[in-house]
Protein backbone atom coordinates (compact mmCIF):
# COMPACT_ATOMS: atom_id res chain seq x y z
CA UNK A 1 0.00 0.00 0.00
CA UNK A 2 2.91 2.10 0.44
CA UNK A 3 4.06 2.51 -2.87
CA UNK A 4 4.06 5.66 -5.02
CA UNK A 5 1.54 3.84 -7.75
CA UNK A 6 -0.07 2.51 -4.96
CA UNK A 7 -1.93 -0.77 -5.07
CA UNK A 8 -2.52 -1.05 -8.68
CA UNK A 9 0.61 -1.23 -9.56
CA UNK A 10 1.16 -4.14 -7.28
CA UNK A 11 -1.48 -6.45 -7.75
CA UNK A 12 -0.38 -5.98 -11.79
CA UNK A 13 3.07 -6.77 -10.92
CA UNK A 14 1.96 -9.82 -9.15
CA UNK A 15 0.05 -10.68 -11.79
CA UNK A 16 2.98 -10.80 -14.26
CA UNK A 17 4.64 -12.75 -12.10
CA UNK A 18 2.13 -15.56 -11.48
CA UNK A 19 1.96 -15.90 -15.41
CA UNK A 20 6.17 -16.22 -15.32
CA UNK A 21 6.10 -18.49 -12.09
CA UNK A 22 3.21 -21.33 -11.77
CA UNK A 23 4.50 -22.50 -8.28
CA UNK A 24 4.10 -18.94 -6.59
CA UNK A 25 1.26 -17.78 -4.54
CA UNK A 26 0.67 -14.48 -3.01
CA UNK A 27 -0.65 -13.06 0.42
CA UNK A 28 -1.65 -9.03 0.11
CA UNK A 29 -1.72 -6.64 3.06
CA UNK A 30 -4.27 -4.04 3.34
CA UNK A 31 -7.72 -2.53 3.19
CA UNK A 32 -9.31 -6.02 1.81
CA UNK A 33 -12.48 -4.14 0.08
CA UNK A 34 -9.93 -2.45 -2.10
CA UNK A 35 -7.79 -5.17 -2.86
CA UNK A 36 -10.30 -7.80 -3.53
CA UNK A 37 -11.66 -5.19 -6.51
CA UNK A 38 -8.18 -5.09 -8.18
CA UNK A 39 -7.82 -9.13 -7.66
CA UNK A 40 -10.95 -9.44 -9.36
CA UNK A 41 -10.09 -7.58 -12.46
CA UNK A 42 -6.96 -10.09 -12.92
CA UNK A 43 -8.30 -13.51 -13.76
CA UNK A 44 -4.86 -15.35 -13.68
CA UNK A 45 -5.33 -14.38 -9.84
CA UNK A 46 -8.15 -16.33 -8.94
CA UNK A 47 -7.43 -19.02 -5.90
CA UNK A 48 -3.91 -18.31 -5.85
CA UNK A 49 -4.18 -14.81 -3.52
CA UNK A 50 -5.01 -14.71 -0.22
CA UNK A 51 -6.05 -11.34 1.22
CA UNK A 52 -5.07 -9.67 4.53
CA UNK A 53 -6.80 -7.15 5.99
CA UNK A 54 -5.13 -4.04 7.43
CA UNK A 55 -6.35 -0.65 7.53
CA UNK A 56 -3.42 1.36 7.96
CA UNK A 57 -0.58 2.21 5.94
CA UNK A 58 2.63 3.83 6.53
CA UNK A 59 3.72 7.13 4.44
CA UNK A 60 6.74 7.29 3.06
CA UNK A 61 6.95 10.60 5.27
CA UNK A 62 6.55 8.82 8.42
CA UNK A 63 9.49 8.74 10.58
CA UNK A 64 10.52 4.78 11.95
CA UNK A 65 10.23 5.79 15.14
CA UNK A 66 6.48 6.60 14.69
CA UNK A 67 5.82 3.55 12.88
CA UNK A 68 7.49 1.66 15.91
CA UNK A 69 4.82 3.38 18.58
CA UNK A 70 1.90 2.96 16.11
CA UNK A 71 2.61 0.63 13.13
CA UNK A 72 0.62 -2.29 14.08
CA UNK A 73 -2.38 -1.97 11.83
CA UNK A 74 -1.15 -0.97 8.81
CA UNK A 75 -0.19 -2.93 5.94
CA UNK A 76 3.61 -3.46 6.16
CA UNK A 77 3.65 -4.79 9.78
CA UNK A 78 1.01 -7.15 8.76
CA UNK A 79 3.55 -8.56 5.78
CA UNK A 80 6.44 -8.65 7.79
CA UNK A 81 4.19 -10.48 10.80
CA UNK A 82 3.63 -13.00 8.26
CA UNK A 83 7.04 -14.07 7.84
CA UNK A 84 7.23 -14.02 11.11
CA UNK A 85 4.86 -16.26 12.13
CA UNK A 86 5.46 -18.44 8.65
CA UNK A 87 2.28 -17.69 6.86
CA UNK A 88 4.66 -16.30 3.98
CA UNK A 89 8.10 -17.30 3.11
CA UNK A 90 9.48 -13.85 2.12
CA UNK A 91 8.12 -10.48 2.06
CA UNK A 92 7.80 -7.97 -0.59
CA UNK A 93 7.02 -4.18 -0.27
CA UNK A 94 7.17 -0.85 -2.05
CA UNK A 95 6.99 1.21 1.63
CA UNK A 96 9.13 3.11 2.87
CA UNK A 97 12.88 1.73 3.57
CA UNK A 98 13.78 3.28 6.99
CA UNK A 99 10.21 1.70 8.64
CA UNK A 100 10.26 -1.51 6.57
CA UNK A 101 14.11 -1.84 8.23
CA UNK A 102 12.88 -0.97 11.93
CA UNK A 103 9.80 -3.67 11.35
CA UNK A 104 12.22 -6.03 9.93
CA UNK A 105 14.56 -5.81 12.61
CA UNK A 106 11.78 -5.35 16.07
CA UNK A 107 9.78 -8.84 14.31
CA UNK A 108 11.88 -10.91 12.96
CA UNK A 109 15.25 -10.50 14.94
CA UNK A 110 19.00 -10.40 13.57
CA UNK A 111 20.60 -13.60 13.13
CA UNK A 112 23.17 -14.93 16.19
CA UNK A 113 26.23 -12.84 15.82
CA UNK A 114 24.88 -10.06 13.28
CA UNK A 115 25.85 -6.83 14.19
CA UNK A 116 23.99 -4.66 11.64
CA UNK A 117 21.97 -6.05 8.65
CA UNK A 118 22.72 -4.64 5.37
CA UNK A 119 20.82 -3.95 2.36
CA UNK A 120 22.29 -5.96 -0.88
CA UNK A 121 21.19 -4.81 -4.61
CA UNK A 122 21.98 -6.27 -7.88
CA UNK A 123 23.92 -3.81 -10.22
CA UNK A 124 24.40 -4.08 -13.88
CA UNK A 125 27.48 -4.97 -14.87
CA UNK A 126 30.67 -6.63 -17.52
CA UNK A 127 30.23 -9.70 -15.10
CA UNK A 128 29.38 -12.63 -17.17
CA UNK A 129 25.99 -13.27 -15.42
CA UNK A 130 25.36 -9.24 -16.35
CA UNK A 131 24.89 -8.25 -12.27
CA UNK A 132 27.32 -7.86 -9.67
CA UNK A 133 26.17 -7.84 -5.81
CA UNK A 134 26.93 -4.72 -3.80
CA UNK A 135 25.78 -4.25 0.08
CA UNK A 136 25.44 -2.57 1.95
CA UNK A 137 23.32 -0.21 0.31
CA UNK A 138 21.52 1.88 3.06
CA UNK A 139 20.76 0.42 6.04
CA UNK A 140 23.04 1.36 8.44
CA UNK A 141 25.41 4.68 7.51
CA UNK A 142 28.25 2.74 10.05
CA UNK A 143 30.15 -0.03 9.46
CA UNK A 144 33.29 -1.41 11.22
CA UNK A 145 35.67 -4.16 10.35
CA UNK A 146 33.30 -6.79 12.09
CA UNK A 147 30.79 -5.39 9.68
CA UNK A 148 32.88 -5.62 6.73
CA UNK A 149 33.71 -9.35 7.10
CA UNK A 150 29.92 -10.15 7.65
CA UNK A 151 28.68 -8.11 4.40
CA UNK A 152 31.32 -10.65 2.57
CA UNK A 153 29.94 -13.55 4.36
CA UNK A 154 26.32 -12.67 3.40
CA UNK A 155 26.95 -10.88 -0.30
CA UNK A 156 28.97 -14.19 -0.94
CA UNK A 157 25.44 -16.68 0.15
CA UNK A 158 23.81 -14.12 -2.09
CA UNK A 159 25.30 -14.52 -4.75
CA UNK A 160 25.36 -18.26 -4.65
CA UNK A 161 21.58 -17.96 -4.12
CA UNK A 162 20.75 -15.19 -5.96
CA UNK A 163 23.05 -15.67 -9.66
CA UNK A 164 24.13 -19.23 -8.51
CA UNK A 165 27.96 -18.46 -8.54
CA UNK A 166 29.26 -21.43 -6.78
CA UNK A 167 32.50 -19.50 -5.32
CA UNK A 168 32.41 -15.78 -5.88
CA UNK A 169 34.38 -12.99 -6.18
CA UNK A 170 34.61 -10.82 -3.40
CA UNK A 171 35.93 -7.16 -3.68
CA UNK A 172 36.26 -4.23 -0.49
CA UNK A 173 35.43 -0.76 -1.94
CA UNK A 174 38.10 1.56 -1.30
CA UNK A 175 39.65 4.90 -2.63
CA UNK A 176 42.62 2.50 -4.27
CA UNK A 177 43.78 -1.08 -5.34
CA UNK A 178 46.81 -0.90 -2.97
CA UNK A 179 46.69 -2.32 0.25
CA UNK A 180 48.01 0.49 2.38
CA UNK A 181 45.34 2.93 1.51
CA UNK A 182 42.06 3.69 3.23
CA UNK A 183 41.09 3.98 6.84
CA UNK A 184 42.18 1.24 9.49
CA UNK A 185 39.00 -0.65 10.06
CA UNK A 186 39.09 -0.94 5.58
CA UNK A 187 42.71 -2.34 5.97
CA UNK A 188 41.84 -4.84 8.96
CA UNK A 189 38.45 -6.07 6.99
CA UNK A 190 41.07 -6.76 4.81
CA UNK A 191 42.91 -8.78 6.44
CA UNK A 192 39.81 -10.16 8.15
CA UNK A 193 37.99 -11.16 4.95
CA UNK A 194 41.26 -12.75 3.47
CA UNK A 195 41.49 -15.44 6.58
CA UNK A 196 37.85 -16.44 5.74
CA UNK A 197 37.89 -16.84 2.19
CA UNK A 198 38.67 -20.34 2.02
CA UNK A 199 36.65 -21.71 4.85
CA UNK A 200 33.93 -20.00 3.52
CA UNK A 201 34.44 -20.87 -0.29
CA UNK A 202 34.63 -17.30 -1.72
CA UNK A 203 37.66 -15.71 -3.94
CA UNK A 204 38.78 -12.52 -2.00
CA UNK A 205 40.33 -9.96 -4.73
CA UNK A 206 41.04 -7.27 -2.48
CA UNK A 207 40.21 -3.92 -2.61
CA UNK A 208 38.23 -2.50 -5.74
CA UNK A 209 37.45 0.99 -6.64
CA UNK A 210 34.48 2.62 -7.76
CA UNK A 211 34.80 2.29 -11.25
CA UNK A 212 34.77 -1.56 -10.00
CA UNK A 213 30.81 -1.96 -9.15
CA UNK A 214 29.88 -2.23 -12.88
CA UNK A 215 32.75 -3.87 -13.78
CA UNK A 216 34.35 -7.13 -13.59
CA UNK A 217 36.84 -7.66 -11.00
CA UNK A 218 34.44 -8.90 -9.03
CA UNK A 219 31.05 -10.54 -8.21
CA UNK A 220 30.22 -8.84 -4.64
CA UNK A 221 31.53 -5.45 -3.96
CA UNK A 222 31.46 -4.98 -0.04
CA UNK A 223 30.56 -1.09 1.82
CA UNK A 224 29.43 1.05 4.32
CA UNK A 225 26.00 2.16 4.05
CA UNK A 226 26.63 5.27 3.40
CA UNK A 227 29.33 4.87 0.53
CA UNK A 228 27.20 2.27 -0.66
CA UNK A 229 23.73 4.81 -0.91
CA UNK A 230 26.03 7.71 -2.49
CA UNK A 231 27.15 5.20 -5.54
CA UNK A 232 23.63 3.29 -5.71
CA UNK A 233 21.96 7.34 -5.97
CA UNK A 234 24.55 8.60 -8.37
CA UNK A 235 24.44 5.33 -10.68
CA UNK A 236 20.92 5.69 -11.32
CA UNK A 237 20.95 9.38 -11.64
CA UNK A 238 23.39 8.77 -14.24
CA UNK A 239 21.31 6.04 -15.89
CA UNK A 240 18.85 8.13 -16.47
CA UNK A 241 20.62 11.25 -17.51
CA UNK A 242 22.29 8.80 -20.61
CA UNK A 243 18.50 8.33 -21.31
CA UNK A 244 17.22 11.90 -21.08
CA UNK A 245 20.46 12.82 -23.32
CA UNK A 246 20.21 9.81 -26.34
CA UNK A 247 16.61 11.25 -26.60
CA UNK A 248 17.57 14.84 -27.18
CA UNK A 249 20.53 13.66 -29.54
CA UNK A 250 18.22 11.73 -31.36
CA UNK A 251 15.46 14.44 -32.14
CA UNK A 252 18.26 17.33 -32.40
CA UNK A 253 17.91 17.67 -36.56
CA UNK A 254 15.83 15.45 -39.07
CA UNK A 255 18.63 13.29 -39.54
CA UNK A 256 19.32 12.28 -36.20
CA UNK A 257 15.04 11.39 -35.87
CA UNK A 258 15.81 8.83 -38.96
CA UNK A 259 19.21 7.43 -37.28
CA UNK A 260 17.30 7.23 -34.11
CA UNK A 261 14.97 4.56 -36.23
CA UNK A 262 17.74 2.74 -37.72
CA UNK A 263 18.88 2.46 -34.25
CA UNK A 264 15.91 1.61 -33.09
CA UNK A 265 16.20 -2.38 -32.02
CA UNK A 266 19.76 -1.62 -30.48
CA UNK A 267 18.35 1.38 -28.27
CA UNK A 268 15.73 -0.81 -26.96
CA UNK A 269 18.46 -3.41 -26.27
CA UNK A 270 20.44 -0.75 -24.17
CA UNK A 271 17.11 0.46 -22.68
CA UNK A 272 16.58 -2.88 -21.67
CA UNK A 273 20.17 -3.28 -19.79
CA UNK A 274 20.17 -0.43 -17.78
CA UNK A 275 16.60 -0.24 -16.85
CA UNK A 276 16.60 0.13 -13.27
CA UNK A 277 13.15 -2.09 -13.08
CA UNK A 278 14.80 -5.33 -14.43
CA UNK A 279 16.99 -5.71 -10.93
CA UNK A 280 14.40 -3.80 -8.90
CA UNK A 281 14.71 -5.07 -5.27
CA UNK A 282 17.25 -4.72 -2.29
CA UNK A 283 17.44 -7.82 -0.09
CA UNK A 284 17.33 -7.19 3.41
CA UNK A 285 20.51 -9.41 4.67
CA UNK A 286 21.14 -10.85 8.62
CA UNK A 287 17.46 -10.98 9.57
CA UNK A 288 15.42 -14.66 10.74
CA UNK A 289 13.72 -14.03 7.44
CA UNK A 290 13.99 -12.69 4.03
CA UNK A 291 12.21 -9.60 3.10
CA UNK A 292 13.24 -7.32 -0.22
CA UNK A 293 12.53 -3.59 -0.89
CA UNK A 294 11.29 -2.56 -3.84
CA UNK A 295 11.70 0.79 -5.33
CA UNK A 296 8.80 3.07 -3.96
CA UNK A 297 7.88 3.88 -7.78
CA UNK A 298 8.94 0.78 -9.13
CA UNK A 299 5.68 -0.09 -11.81
CA UNK A 300 3.96 -3.39 -12.50
CA UNK A 301 7.34 -4.59 -14.28
CA UNK A 302 9.74 -3.46 -11.18
CA UNK A 303 7.13 -5.35 -8.95
CA UNK A 304 7.41 -8.37 -10.88
CA UNK A 305 11.31 -8.49 -10.49
CA UNK A 306 11.07 -8.04 -7.14
CA UNK A 307 8.59 -10.97 -6.70
CA UNK A 308 10.65 -13.01 -9.14
CA UNK A 309 13.60 -12.40 -6.98
CA UNK A 310 11.86 -13.06 -3.52
CA UNK A 311 10.81 -16.13 -5.12
CA UNK A 312 13.90 -17.58 -6.08
CA UNK A 313 15.85 -16.72 -2.53
CA UNK A 314 12.98 -18.54 -1.01
CA UNK A 315 12.62 -21.55 -3.01
CA UNK A 316 16.47 -22.09 -2.41
CA UNK A 317 15.94 -21.68 1.14
CA UNK A 318 18.13 -18.95 1.19
CA UNK A 319 17.71 -17.54 4.73
CA UNK A 320 18.50 -20.73 6.54
CA UNK A 321 21.36 -21.49 4.10
CA UNK A 322 22.83 -17.34 5.03
CA UNK A 323 22.52 -18.42 8.66
CA UNK A 324 24.32 -21.37 8.51
CA UNK A 325 27.06 -19.56 6.96
CA UNK A 326 27.72 -16.71 9.25
CA UNK A 327 27.38 -18.41 11.92
CA UNK A 328 30.15 -20.99 10.62
CA UNK A 329 32.41 -18.51 10.40
CA UNK A 330 31.70 -15.56 12.74
CA UNK A 331 34.40 -13.99 14.16
CA UNK A 332 34.93 -13.87 17.69
CA UNK A 333 35.55 -10.38 19.98
CA UNK A 334 39.04 -12.10 19.93
CA UNK A 335 39.88 -12.14 16.30
CA UNK A 336 38.78 -8.48 15.59
CA UNK A 337 40.99 -7.41 19.10
CA UNK A 338 44.28 -9.47 17.60
CA UNK A 339 43.43 -7.42 14.03
CA UNK A 340 42.81 -3.99 16.03
CA UNK A 341 44.86 -4.09 19.12
CA UNK A 342 43.64 -0.66 19.73
CA UNK A 343 40.13 -0.98 19.72
CA UNK A 344 38.02 -1.02 22.52
CA UNK A 345 36.08 -4.73 22.30
CA UNK A 346 34.51 -3.92 25.82
Not at 75 to 98: L, P
Not at 107 to 115: A, D, E, S, V
Not at 230 to 239: H, I, P
Amino acid sequence: MGGDHGPAAVVAGISRSAREIPDIGFILHGPSRELERLVKKRKNLVGRVEICNADGVVSMEDKPSQVMRKGKGTSMWSAVESVRDGTATVCVSCGNTGALMAISMIRLRKLPGIKRPAIAILWPSRSPNGFNVMLDVGADIRADETDLLQYALMGASYARNGLNLPRPRIGLLNVGTEENKGRSELKTAHDMIAERAESANFDFVGFVEGGDIPGNAADVIVTDGFTGNVALKTGEGTASLIGDLLRQAFKHTPMSRIASLLAYSSLQRLKRRIDPRRVNGGVFLGLNGTVVKSHGSADATGIAAAVSLAFQLADTGFTQKLAARVASVAPTPDDVATKNPLKDTS
